[in-house]
């Protein structure tokens, strides 16, 4: 189970970054591994490429986890992956309060996610799986969609 960082704004100091260089994993494992890290409590997990010892082509994956989740991450990495070591650091996160909004738009509602800032909306995101919901039911564009949820927030302020 998946576990979420509470919706109030504050400062989480038992935050990792976990990271290892792969030069010789097939790339359709990634996503797999993707999915494992996030089952096992993963907060993000990101692949960056990168040039390895001897100008080899690799992949830098990273991920953020909780101090508590860092030795069932271990075992995933070390089982899943071709690496033979994992660095970690500890980390301290700023996680802003989120706030769900529901907006009415002429082609349905859309839930938007809303990041606060010492009480103040600095962040707002539509939800793309429920913008891609109504995009797909109404054979419009996905942007038209994004402009619907734009312009209905804008006449309720």
């Known amino acids: 189970m998946v576990s979420h960082p509470a919706n109030h704004e504050h ?7 976990m990271e290892v260089n792969l030069d010789d994993i097939p790339g359709e494992w990634l996503g797999y591994v993707m999915d494992l ?3 096992a409590g993963a907060n993000d997990v990101f692949y ?8 080899r082509p ?12 860092v030795t069932n991450i271990k075992e995933i ?9 994992v660095r970690y650091y500890p980390l301290t996160v700023h996680r802003l309060e989120r706030k769900f909004r529901l907006v009415t738009t002429e082609c349905g509602p859309v839930t938007v996610k809303e990041g606060m800032y010492n ?8 939800e793309f799986e429920e913008c891609k919901s109504i995009a797909q039911i109404h054979n419009i564009p996905l942007k038209k ?4 949820v734009w312009k209905a927030l804008g006449s309720e302020n």
Do not use: W
């Not at 960056?48 to 100008?55: C, F, L, S, V």
């Not at 009480?119 to 539509?126: F, I, L, T």
């Not at 969609?145 to 619907?148: D, G, I, K, N, S």
């Open 145 to 148: 969609v994004y402009e619907m």
């Open 11 to 17: 400062i989480d100091d038992q935050m990792v970054k």
């Open 77 to 85: 990495l070390f089982k899943e992956t071709t690496t033979l070591g």
């Open 37 to 39: 890290l996030f089952d």
């Open 48 to 55: 960056t490429p990168i040039y390895m010892k001897k100008n």
């Open 119 to 126: 009480g103040h909306v600095v962040q707002r995101a539509p």
């Open 58 to 69: 690799g992949v830098l994956l990273q991920l953020l986890c909780s101090q508590k989740q």
